[in-house]
């Protein structure tokens, strides 16, 4: 059920792009605009993003708000073969829920 329940609102999200940019822009990106995302934020372009790099995917807005420990947590998330970096790989792949 759960699992409809978020097919739905992420088609809404989908559906309806500006609605998703309203009230501070959350962040629905086209798969283009993420590409972009991930060779901007690529520093040194090796392919994968460290933390420092990560962090500048992040709406600048957030950037701020984003402490060590927060960028940590978003790291060990994407981070799925736990080698320190997001490969372009890992940061296309949909997030997952931290595990509990
Ligand atoms: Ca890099």
């Known amino acids: 059920m759960t699992k409809y329940l978020l097919l739905a609102a992420t088609a809404i999200a989908l559906a309806s792009p500006a609605l998703a940019q309203q009230g ?11 590409a972009a995302a991930f060779v901007k934020a690529d ?12 962090k500048m995917t992040l709406p600048e807005q957030f950037r701020d708000q984003v402490d060590d420990e927060r960028l940590g947590q978003m790291m060990a998330r994407r981070d799925a073969d736990k080698d320190g970096f997001i490969s372009k ?3 296309d792949a949909p997030m997952q829920r931290p595990a509990q």
């Open 24 to 34: 501070g822009g959350r962040m629905q990106q086209t798969p283009e605009e993420r």
């Open 43 to 54: 520093a040194n372009k090796d392919g994968k993003l460290d933390k420092a790099e990560l």
């Open 89 to 91: 790989a890992e940061y």
